[in-house]
């Protein structure tokens, strides 16, 4: 039993080694990706966005307001225009993302002691446009006001930041990007072997000596193959790359492990259960590339999880990248133990059993004697020809 | 040429992965994204606090803050460390924290501080939480003034010119509500269109030399390839332009996302986006012309178009390189047609070098149909 699980082990081993794809996309792939988006977001965060500024007042006030905004970090004044129409052309050319706009009655009003508002026009092509203008905006004002009233506040606030120094865009979208690319190169690769097998109706050129009672074999051997490949990828992935950029790695080695095992599992048997669907061996980059992009969303990492609507929440419970995801945030940026994720280890223990069972099945319909002596068809044959 | 039209027709529809591909996932995609964030703006996130002072200044300022539409004040929690556990395993996104002695400091005029702390592991929930921190922190210290104000006689206008003499008013041009489901399916389905038309296109002619009917697509074309391409693309055409019509209906005419520039102005730019991204399928195919390699350039140039267009990580802040590669992307050119025509409502001769940009992608493919013809007929499939 067991020599004859070795054998099919190496030789699954062997085949992989020689596919050309499966080194693209669960060597090459894993490598590249994360260096890719981590050096495209290295910047964190949007700065120095040009705005103009049309000031009506022209006083003294008004003045400092503008000075005090050009010399906060998010924003640039880049041009004064003489009403909002000027301004806006400004966004129309692409120049500014933004007009600040002070009335007329400024300082008069304030001096008075009535209230004044600066308006603040923003481009909405991105939400950091907005973010940067309007908190630069805001925080001068305060400033003023506190300035103004000459009086202290009775309660003062502070806000404090956690698990993302920088409030940056790295620091959010990396971790998951990270977990996720473990997850859709394990499908590639899964499905861009399993593929090749129904392509050419054998399980890795011993097609002669298996059969439906080697499907617990074959199972296991897959999963051990993948397994082996992926422990390396994971700690290049998991901890080499946010230590290279300086991300949050707060986590415990041990329990990161502890957690990612189900994961990979998961993953594994959710890509055997997917790749049972690829006739061909292109199907799967078919079929896996465009899910990274509703598997990042569904995990609650932009929108968040706690607004996200019961269909699609419960539709999202059979991904394992959605427990994977928040899991390994939780542990790796936001410094928790294994108690404050056990909801999502669970999950993935149960993912894994319910995803494995699916796969077994695939497995053994792969070997049922039918399909198995089922002649190639001429155009199978043919390509089998070519590709050797 | 009637002949490769039916030829191909024939080869899409009798392959479930193609049905797939074209129509249902991209619809589906478009149900999920659209449905998901139907909310527009996220409400009522969870909040906790951590009151150690228990006394009516600091009851009064929870309920204070709970009243903002953003936020909900679900739980409080007896020390920091709790509440910490409690954003540690997701039930939070923020807390906050009262310390002992609020009430005593307030009246003494010492100044006590009320710290929020804040989850910027989930950016979006955390930065819709800062966007009325301030103003929230401001206003509700305020209102401990304000009563004492009203006492003195004040008017209303008096004790907020007194508590916020400036105030900021803002004017999010095109999407005044920062509707997220504006912000984001504007842009990312029409990505996701583009994605899958890299794939099927680089596929189609995949499989073309995988099952070696590319020199029986040449006989029927008399050797010119470029009416073989043509054809061919143009059967794909209809399906993307069907599949992207309902896209644009969808969002313009049932969804009523803002749209200056009319429904019309924006189905060009989505046609142009087609033409563009199909082209860029056959020029992925025409260089790198084996599956493996061409399908992998396709994945790469379509999943990083979601990051290199600017949508939610603005291009000002991506690395010089990048920022230059980004005129390669169809999808940058179709993000800045909907940001002047749509959103700004400008009209489209404003944003021409976009338009010129999607088109020179169909001359490209065009040059390259030599190339192509070369390719489809001396290069052997590979696995």
Known sequence: MLTKLNIIFCSMLRVLGRDKGVLIFCILLPLGYPLLYT????????REVPTVVVDQCNTALSREYIRKVDASPDVRIVAHAQDINGGQDFIRRREAYGVIAIPRNFERDILRGQQSSVRVFVDMSGMLYYKSILTS?????????????ASTRAIKYEDVSL?????????????????LILQQTLILGIGLARGTERELKQFTGFQQILNVSDSQRVTLATTGAFLLLYIPITIYVLGIVPKMFSLNTIGNFWELWVFMLPYLLACIFFGLSIGSLCRQRESIILLAVFTSIPFLFLSGVSWPGSNLPPFWKNFSAVIPSTYGITGYIKLNSMGAHL?????????????????????YFSVIRQLWPESFHEKPTDEQQEITNNSK | MLEILKREIYALAHEPLMWFCMIVAPLFCVVLFTSMMEEGLPENLPLGVVDLDNSSTSRSLQRNLDAFQMVNITESYTDVREARKAMQRGDIYGFYYIPKGLQRKANRQEQPTVSFYMNYSFIVAGSLLYKDQRTMSELASGAAIRTALFARGATNNQALAYIQPIVVESHPIGNPWLNYNIYLSNTLLPGMLMLFIFMVTVYSFSMEQKRGTADELLRMAGGNMFRAVSAKMFVHFLVWFTVGTIMVVWFYEILLFPCHCGMPVMWAAMLLLILASQAMGVFMFSALPTPRMALSFASLWGVLSFSICGMSFPLMAQPAPLQAMAWFFPLRHYFLLYVNCALDGYPMLNAWPHVVCLLLFVVLAILLTPRLKYALQHYAYEA
């Open chain 1, 39 to 46: 050096w495209l977001y290295s910047n964190e965060t949007v």
């Open chain 1, 137 to 149: 905006a805001t925080n001068v004002s305060l400033e003023m006001n506190a300035k103004i009233k």
């Open chain 1, 339 to 359: 108690p404050e994720v056990w909801t999502e280890w669970r999950n993935l223990w149960i993912q894994a059993g319910g995803w494995f069972l699916l796969a």
């Open chain 1, 163 to 179: 698990y993302n120094p920088s409030n940056g865009f790295a620091g959010f979208l990396i971790p998951a990007v990270l977990v």
